[in-house]
T-cell receptor
Framework: EAGVAQSPRYKIIEKRQSVAFWCNPISGHATLYWYQQILGQGPKLLIQFQNNGVVDDSQLPKDRFSAERLKGVDSTLKIQPAKLEDSAVYLC???????????FGPGTRLTVL | RKEVEQDPGPFNVPEGATVAFNCTYSNSASQSFFWYRQDCRKEPKLLMSVYSSGNEDGRFTAQLNRASQYISLLIRDSKLSDSATYLCVALLINDYKLSFGAGTTVTVRA
């Protein structure tokens, strides 16, 4: 069974630039999550989708971050403009239903210079 | 106060030893808990789910103490391959609130 796919794996940008990450969840998984993991910390939930609807985006910095999940499958997370403190690994995860076991993708390592 | 707190460690133990560590959660209404394992520069993977008082899977045992609001993870007969960061997750289903701890690092030495 194919796992959660993410791209790109690595991205280096300068502050104030824009960046987008893509996630393809496991087929049939209704719930999709985006996490931000800063070095030495646990993953922080940014946004959770149930199909193509948002369940929780309370920790998403909406002035610069946006996410969408069109057609309830793939998802993109965008940062515009990026700040130095956005340097982190961005993890995408999916689960069959909300709060079942989450399967994580390999993550995108973002460095903002 | 953080939703989920963990002793960051590191716990350095010899092969074959038993190691245990706790995760405390602040919201008494948290309903379910998970332990994930994360290897260095890798993604987290589910180790164990805890829905009632505890769970056991081979050398790993999780115990939930609702009165004191903590979950423990015990690893028996430690292997070198158990070296990883263990992440605790607390879940508030009714509020759709899911919180990860910062993780406990375990290093098993030969």
């Amino acid at each position: 069974e194919a796992g959660v796919a993410q791209s790109p794996r690595y991205k280096i940008i300068e502050k104030r630039q824009s960046v987008a990450f893509w996630c393809n969840p496991i087929s049939g998984h209704a719930t999709l999550y985006w996490y931000q993991q800063i070095l030495g910390q646990g993953p922080k939930l940014l946004i959770q989708f149930q199909n193509n609807g948002v369940v929780d985006d309370s920790q998403l910095p909406k002035d610069r971050f946006s996410a969408e999940r069109l057609k309830g499958v793939d998802s993109t997370l965008k940062i515009q403009p990026a700040k130095l403190e956005d340097s982190a690994v961005y993890l995408c995860a999916s689960s069959i239903l909300a709060y079942n076991e989450q399967f994580f993708g390999p993550g995108t390592r973002l460095t903002v210079l | 106060r953080k939703e989920v707190e963990q002793d960051p460690g590191p716990f350095n133990v010899p092969e074959g030893a038993t190691v245990a560590f706790n995760c405390t959660y602040s919201n008494s209404a948290s309903q379910s808990f998970f332990w994930y394992r994360q290897d260095c520069r890798k993604e987290p993977k589910l180790l164990m789910s805890v829905y009632s008082s505890g769970n056991e899977d081979g050398r790993f045992t999780a115990q939930l103490n609702r009165a004191s609001q903590y979950i423990s993870l015990l690893i028996r007969d430690s292997k070198l391959s158990d070296s990883a960061t263990y992440l605790c997750v607390a879940l508030l289903i009714n509020d759709y609130k899911l919180s990860f701890g910062a993780g406990t690092t375990v290093t098993v030495r030969a």
